[in-house]
Every structure is written in C-alpha cells, then in structure tokens.
C-alpha cells in the first residue's frame, strides 16, 4: 500500500494538475505562468513537477512556446497518484527520522496505518476530472 500524505506540496501538485486540466491539451502551460499566476516560487514549481514528470502525470514540451502538458485526460488522472508523485521528492532523511518517532507507540501506528489506507482508497476513487467538475459526492 502506498503511503499517501496530505501536504501542502500535495496541494500545489493538484492545483498545478487541475490549471494544466483546465487549459487546451494542445497548447503547453509554462511554469512561470502558473507561478505568477498563484503567486507560488518557480523553483519550488520546477521541483514539484519533477516528480509529476518521473510518474507520467505531465508531459514537458521544450522551446518556445513550451511548458507542460497533462499526460493522459482527466478523467484518468487519479488524486492518490498526484499526491504520491508530488512526495516524490521529498528528503527520505525526514521521512525516516519522523517514523522512527512515531513507531515508537504501536497502537498509534496502527491507526496512522489505517488511516493512510482509508485514505488511499478514497483518493483512489477521485480523478482530476471529478474535481473540476465539483462532483465529489460520493
């Protein structure tokens, strides 16, 4: 089971998803627009859709006139996978030092664990599309 988080990075990921599913799959959506645009640090968008990229959620067009593009339709793009991707690039350094503290009490990692679980399977069953047509009742 993949471990999903509910971060601020995984925010910026589904909110750079959802202006890339918004705007015409044929015409690339450079960074420094969407960075303009939400007021976000370019370099921090760069690194967060490095990890978008290395799961095949986004396609990178070079040269003028490029940017980035989704990979596949929104329908098909699952919220669980874009948080997954968005913690891709995430120091493995915090992750383990941050789990050690808390395997220190099994009943709470026990429910941590089945909490992410829960969470998996919920997101797993929202798409990019579901999300920009506001159709989350479930």
């Known amino acids: 089971?993949?471990?999903?988080?509910?971060?601020?990075?995984?925010?910026?990921?589904v909110m750079v998803m959802l202006k890339l599913a918004k705007a015409n799959h044929n015409q690339p959506i450079p960074l420094s627009d969407i960075a303009d645009k939400s007021e976000i640090s370019l370099s921090?968008?760069?690194?967060?859709?490095?990890?978008?990229?290395?799961?095949?959620?986004?396609?990178?067009?070079?040269?003028?006139?490029?940017g980035y593009v989704l990979s596949r339709h929104a329908d098909k793009t699952i919220i669980a996978d874009i948080l997954l991707a968005a913690e891709?690039?995430?120091?493995?350094?915090?992750?383990?030092?941050?789990?050690?503290?808390?395997?220190?009490?099994?009943?709470?990692?026990?429910?941590?664990?089945?909490?992410e679980?829960?969470?998996?399977?919920t997101l797993s069953d929202i798409s990019l599309g579901n999300v920009l047509r506001g159709d989350l009742s479930f």
């Open 44 to 66: 921090y968008l760069e690194q967060l859709v490095s990890g978008l990229r290395r799961h095949d959620l986004v396609k990178s067009h070079r040269g003028s006139g490029g």
């Open 117 to 121: 679980k829960q969470l998996y399977i």
């Open 1 to 13: 089971m993949n471990q999903i988080k509910l971060t601020t990075r995984g925010q910026y990921a």
């Open 88 to 115: 891709d690039n995430t120091s493995v350094k915090r992750k383990s030092s941050n789990k050690q503290k808390v395997n220190n009490c099994e009943q709470t990692q026990r429910l941590w664990t089945y909490m």
